[in-house]
């Protein structure tokens, strides 16, 4: 009965969420100066046009119809499953953010996983000789990948492997000039590198420093103290108390790094012209495509969401004082 | 007798570095020119009223104060210096620690796990369910977290943890209150029972009664130094204590009066000079302004002028 409670409270949050974010950006789409016609069709282009084409056009880019009636018509269809159609690329949004989501996916799993676990192994490195030389290096690290723009980070490595080492490509998700049936895994692969390991390297920093503080507590903590107390080592503590201890945090963090690794795939998936998710909310921005830009937000807003009620149900899963403490009511 | 010492902690001292208003720093000494003694089989009792220091006594003598503190004097185990090498290598085995409160156990890992030090072999985990059965723990102890228990139990399982091993030296801090008399009674039992086991166990409470009844020798801690060091036995009335603060604690019984002396105990940086306790003392004199010495008197060691001057006094250590 509890555990039914608690799903459909977020249920209900998600709905409320979704609805917000939709309302939110298409309003900014709305407030955006950009003309879809000039955007689109291009100065030149229009200039030679009779009105009757160009109205055509209007009407097509949806440029005379009020936003509340817009807005309205795609949430009528949205609510049916219907995400419409993408103006730009003239097929269903659902099928551009299929094939956009599987190139990106490789991309954002891989910074992922690894932000994870380098992170947390960065963290409980500082944490344990909090003060000495290796605290002091990943300390210096992170602060200054933290404070780097992901893009400009990715400039960088752009031209070291790229262009001087010449030992990865400069861009795109396969090799140009080849066709689609003879690209093979590793090709898919080679090219995800460097955009991968850039949202890596940003998104470590931060796992790491907020694991750092999390196990300096940690081990200031009254069971630290009692197990030193009690003769156990250092790797022992590390092992039975300080892992357990800061499972918790660390899985928070990681759910939550889920956003910023998205937000960050945005600017990387440009500077690599890699074909992702990311490059193709950027298109449709600046392009005018609300269908796609609001079907991108749904989506991501949907799987932001779904990382924290995992993180949230995984607490319930993990922590003694949730999982029994509940029991007892 | 000498070589039967088993803890010896000469004109011991811990200092905070403490920043204060920008970068000035300021040392600020909590435990000043201790002297304590425990000898093999012996109970001894370190009696003071919270906020005394009593808890840092412990952390010192197991070396686990935080790092802005700084220790002075000696600590001397077995008649040898008490080395940080040496320590790793004796406590949890030799020396014990039976800490404060439940906060002193890992939250997310279950009682009985911590008790046996995460050891996995069938013998620590019946000695573990001894242990509790010993200390009329519910039979499925073991198998709760820290925040399943009632604070007396809590306290229970943290003295069953200086039981897992032969200690020679328990050191325990506050080990009963928030317990029922009887649970706390049971609890310096077994403390009792460590001392005449052979054990030498250093107690430290706020709970003169209690420690009247079971130990050997009673200290009396006041704003972090030692004011009187005197056989439990001198404890059972006033005219055989001598410094007028153990002389007011005694009073304070409940059983004597629960009369309250004025005033309260200064802290850390409002240490008045000369004898500590000369704001309160209803005997001082203008010679109590200098440094007071730790001499023995009687059966007894004291830190009072007045004391000394009544005809008992020894020379100066």
């Known amino acids: ?209 907020h694991t750092r503080q999390k196990v300096i507590d940690v081990m200031e903590s009254e069971y630290v103290l009692f197990a030193q107390a009690r003769g156990e080592s250092t790797w022992q503590i590390i092992r039975h108390h300080c892992l357990r201890n800061i499972l918790l945090p660390a899985m928070t963090l990681q759910f939550a790094s889920i956003s910023e690794i998205i937000g960050g795939s945005v600017l990387v998936e440009q500077v690599f012209s890699y074909p992702g998710l990311g490059q193709a909310a950027v298109t449709a921005g600046t392009g005018s495509d609300v269908p796609l830009l609001l079907g991108i937000t749904m989506i991501t807003a949907l799987i932001v969401f779904a990382g924290n009620f995992l993180a949230n149900v995984l607490y319930g899963v993990v922590d003694p004082r949730i999982r029994r403490g509940g029991e007892r009511g | 007798m000498e070589e039967k010492i088993l803890l010896e902690i000469r004109n011991f001292s811990i200092s905070f570095t403490q920043y204060e208003r920008g970068l000035r720093q300021k040392e600020l000494t909590v435990i000043r020119d201790l002297n304590v003694r425990v000898r093999a089989g012996e109970l001894v009792a370190v009696v003071g009223s919270s906020g005394s220091g009593k808890s840092l006594l412990a952390h010192g003598i197991l070396g686990i104060l935080p790092y802005n503190s700084r220790c002075e004097g000696e600590i001397l185990y077995r008649g040898e210096p008490l080395t940080r090498r040496r320590l790793k290598k004796l406590r949890g085995r030799e020396i014990v620690l039976v800490p404060q409160s439940v906060a002193y156990l890992d939250p997310l890992m279950k009682v009985g796990r911590q008790v046996r030090s995460s050891r996995k072999d069938a013998e620590s985990k019946n000695r573990v369910k001894a242990l509790f059965r010993q200390a009329n723990l519910p039979e499925n102890t073991e198998d709760k977290y820290p925040f399943e228990l009632s604070g007396g139990m809590a306290r229970r399982v943290l003295v069953s943890t200086a039981r897992m091993g032969q200690p020679n030296l328990v050191i325990a801090d506050e080990p009963t209150p928030g317990m029922h008399l009887d649970a706390a009674k049971q609890t310096m039992q077994a403390f009792r029972e460590m001392a005449d086991g052979g054990a030498g166990v250093l107690l430290i409470t706020h709970d003169l009664e209690l420690a009247v009844e079971t130990a050997d020798r009673i200290v009396v801690f006041y704003a972090g130094e030692t004011l009187e060091e005197e056989p439990a036995s001198a404890f059972m009335q006033e005219e055989t204590l001598r410094h007028p603060y153990s002389k007011a604690l005694w009073r304070a019984m409940p059983a004597h009066g629960f009369a309250s002396a004025p005033g309260s105990q200064p802290y850390g940086a409002d240490r008045p000079e000369g004898c500590i306790y000369g704001p309160r003392c209803p005997e001082y004199t203008c010679a109590c302004g200098a440094e007071i010495p730790f001499v023995p008197a009687g059966e007894g060691w004291v830190r009072c002028l007045r004391c000394v001057e009544q005809g008992e006094g020894g020379e100066e250590t």
Not at chain 1, 21 to 29: E, I, K, P, Q, W
Not at chain 1, 62 to 87: C, I
Not at chain 1, 149 to 162: G, N, Q
Request: net charge positive.
């Open chain 1, 1 to 209: 009965m509890k555990n039914l409670n608690f799903v459909l409270k977020k249920l209900i949050r998600m709905l409320l969420l979704l609805a917000a974010v939709s309302v939110a950006a298409f309003g900014l789409v709305s407030l955006s100066p950009i003309d879809p016609l000039q955007a689109n069709v291009g100065q030149a282009a229009l200039g030679s046009m009779s009105e009757e084409q160009k109205d055509k056009l209007k009407s097509y880019w949806g440029v005379d119809t009020p936003p509340v009636e817009r807005y309205l018509n795609w949430a009528k269809d949205f609510v049916r499953g219907d995400m419409g159609v993408s103006l730009l690329y003239r097929q269903n949004v659902s099928d551009v953010i299929a094939v956009k989501l599987v190139n990106s996916l490789f991309l954002l799993l891989f910074a992922w996983v690894i932000s994870g676990v380098l992170g947390l192994a960065l963290g409980i490195l500082a944490g344990v000789n909090r003060g000495r030389w290796p605290d002091k290096a990943v300390k210096v690290y992170s602060l200054t990948i933290a404070s780097t723009p992901a893009f400009w980070l990715a400039l960088l490595l752009l031209m070291i492997f790229a262009v001087w080492l010449k030992v990865l490509p400069v861009g795109l998700s396969v090799p140009i000039g080849m066709e689609a049936e003879s690209v093979t895994f590793l090709d898919r692969v080679r090219h995800a590198i460097l955009p991968a390991v850039t949202l890596s390297i940003t998104g470590v920093a931060n796992i790491a420093l």
